[in-house]
Nanobody, 124 residues
Framework: QVQLIESGGGLVQAGGSLRLSCAAS????????MGWFRQAPGKEREFVAA????????YYTDAVKGRFTISRDNAKNTVYLQMNRLKPEDTAVYYC?????????????????WGQGTQVTVSS
């Protein structure tokens, strides 16, 4: 069983920054692909970013490239999402997820565990 707990969400003005954290339980955290997804009201959950177990590869949706950075600290069992130059359209509940078997990175169906989500609101 893997538990994921997100933190760091909040209200920020457009152009501002936030850093989300996701703390994971489980002794094999360093073997998981970790991803961040978001869901805005009335919309489907969408992929934001993912990082391989070693951190050597990262993936981003086009909408956040150049503004968001995903990283991980395997010693702390934590994955981060640094969000800069935030826009009102980034407003959503952000979820972290763990893919235990490395079956993909952008498809939410391959992720095995999910956090409870943290709200990010960007005001214009």
């Amino acid at each position: 069983q893997v538990q994921l707990i997100e933190s760091g969400g909040g209200l920020v003005q457009a152009g501002g920054s936030l850093r989300l954290s996701c703390a994971a339980s489980g002794r094999t955290f360093s073997t998981y692909v970790m991803g961040w997804f978001r869901q805005a009201p009335g919309k489907e959950r969408e992929f934001v970013a993912a990082i391989t177990w070693s951190g050597s590869r990262t993936y981003y949706t086009d909408a956040v490239k150049g503004r968001f950075t995903i990283s991980r600290d395997n010693a702390k069992n934590t994955v981060y999402l640094q969000m800069n130059r935030l826009k009102p359209e980034d407003t959503a509940v952000y979820y972290c997820a763990a893919d235990l078997y490395g079956l993909g990175y952008s498809d939410p169906r391959v992720y095995d565990y999910w956090g409870q989500g943290t709200q990010v609101t960007v005001s214009s």
